[in-house]
């Protein structure tokens, strides 16, 4: 059993070892430069994070933010959010603590969009399930992955 709630000051560092860990583990380490561009998007005024705790502490996180016109660049679209991360803890893994996080994301906005890799089959599963549809717009980061946009509209 998991309790899913809007994080605090205090969650913030541990919703940033979630992110981290499960980067590490899927051997995407991240730099200190990343590390700390995510420690500011979840201190944002704006942000929308959400955490998951079991038993042992932080289970699972997730940040939104408003979607914004221009690809990010312009100002908020209103009834508009996008996600931009949910990560759980590796050893938690396949146990379904992603959806509920997911879920809250969703709360403050009727239309939510998200970015992930096209070979993500974990994430896909868990945005497919969760009513999210491809949009047809895909990209390549940096290092050459292939990424795909998703959206959900309730």
């Known amino acids: 059993m998991i309790e899913v709630r809007r994080a605090g000051t205090a969650d913030l560092e541990p919703a940033l070892d979630v992110w981290r860990a499960a980067n590490e583990a899927r051997g995407r380490a991240p730099t200190p430069a990343r590390i700390e561009r995510v420690r500011a998007k979840l201190r944002a005024p704006d942000?929308?994070?959400v955490v998951a705790f079991?038993?042992?502490?932080?289970v699972a996180m997730g940040l939104a933010e408003p979607g914004r016109a221009d690809d990010g660049a312009g100002?908020?679209?209103p009834g508009y959010g996008h996600v931009?991360?949910?990560f759980v803890r590796p050893d938690a893994w396949g146990r379904g603590h992603g959806a509920p996080v997911l879920a809250a994301l969703h709360e403050p906005w009727p239309r939510t969009t998200l970015w992930t890799r096209e070979d993500n089959a974990r994430a896909r599963r868990l945005y497919e399930k969760s009513g999210y549809l491809p949009t047809g717009r895909t990209a390549r980061l940096a290092e050459g992955d292939g990424i795909m946009q998703l959206e959900r509209i309730r």
Request: hydrophobic share 55%.
């Open 54 to 58: 079991d038993g042992a502490g932080t």
């Open 47 to 49: 942000a929308v994070v």
């Open 75 to 77: 100002a908020p679209i």
């Open 84 to 86: 931009s991360m949910v």
